[in-house]
């Protein structure tokens, strides 16, 4: 699907926006892009004009939202099928997203975009064939770009996180010509797609799943035994797995997950909020 161009709103920005007006100022600047860029929008009593277009002040916005011109009105960059699927302003620009009320990526400390930044540095990517498993708002894969990676091959099994993904200015576009082709993003179930990767096809591999609770399939040492497959000898992964119901049952999944991946044939560690591992 193609990226969307117009402005996206916070709540903040609408008001600002439209402080400015009532102020009588002729233009207002800031960030129409979840502060990727700054622009300037030219005001008028009854529109605003960014990039040559007209659009209505907008009517009170909802806190924690970020919305889009769907050609009619601005509406909310959210989505129900089955789950409720919404994007999330962060202070840090990059907005994170949340499946029925659950962050999917951390916002409090860091920015989710340098936390990608982090957890990717530890495969080394410049230059290598990265799998990208599990894809979300493709952190990780615009982490690998910008690091130089030869090519990524990306998954994504939810069509609403895929929507998510166009209307995101922090997310790469596949069809970027900055990118020259090198990421390829496919809707498709990573845990079924992975039997018909070709053996020893990556050079570094990152695995973001869903908690066990959500994707145990994702934790399987069937499907470990599929990624020790398709990476080459001394290829690099990082595997999130956060610290999940450590408190209330005591049970540690990172050292759950790092045991399944060396009997898998990896080389395993604990590093930052998941596993680091190398292919023996």
């Known amino acids: 699907m193609p990226h969307y161009s117009g402005p996206l709103l916070t709540r903040p920005d609408a008001e600002a926006l439209c402080a400015a007006r009532a102020a009588g100022q002729p233009a207002w600047s800031g960030s129409l892009d979840l502060g990727r860029s700054q622009g300037q ?15 209505p002040y907008p009517a009170a916005l909802k806190d924690r939202t970020v919305y889009y011109w769907d050609g009619e009105d601005f509406a909310a960059v959210s989505r129900f099928a089955g789950s409720l699927i919404k994007l999330v ?14 962050k999917m990526l951390p916002t409090s ?12 540095a530890l495969i080394q990517p410049r230059g290598k064939a990265v799998l990208d498993t599990c ?3 493709g952190y990780f894969a615009a982490c690998c770009l910008d690091a130089g990676a030869a090519r990524i091959e990306s998954f994504e099994k939810n069509a609403s996180v895929l929507w998510l993904r166009t209307l995101n200015p922090w997310s790469p576009d596949p069809d970027a010509p900055e990118h020259a082709g090198r990421l390829r993003l496919n809707h498709g179930d990573v845990s079924q797609a992975i039997a018909s990767l070709p053996a020893a096809e990556f050079d570094a591999l990152l695995h973001d799943p869903p908690r066990f609770g959500i994707a145990g399939e994702l934790y399987s040492q069937t499907f470990y035994d599929h990624l020790a497959r398709v990476l080459r000898r001394g290829g ?4 999130y797995t956060g610290s999940p119901n450590k408190l209330t049952t005591g049970r540690d999944v990172p050292r ?25």
């Open 109 to 120: 400390k860091t920015s989710p975009l340098d936390d990608a930044r982090t957890k990717v």
């Open 89 to 102: 302003p962060t202070s840090w620009g990059a907005p994170t997203f949340e499946i029925d009320g659950i």
């Open 256 to 280: 759950e997950v790092a045991k399944r991946l060396e009997k898998s044939g990896f080389k395993a560690e604990l590093a930052l909020d998941g596993v680091f591992a190398v292919k023996r």
């Open 135 to 137: 894809g979300g708002l």
């Open 41 to 55: 929008a030219h005001l008028h009593d009854e529109a605003w004009e960014w990039r040559g277009q007209r659009y």
């Open 236 to 239: 690099r992964l990082f595997h």
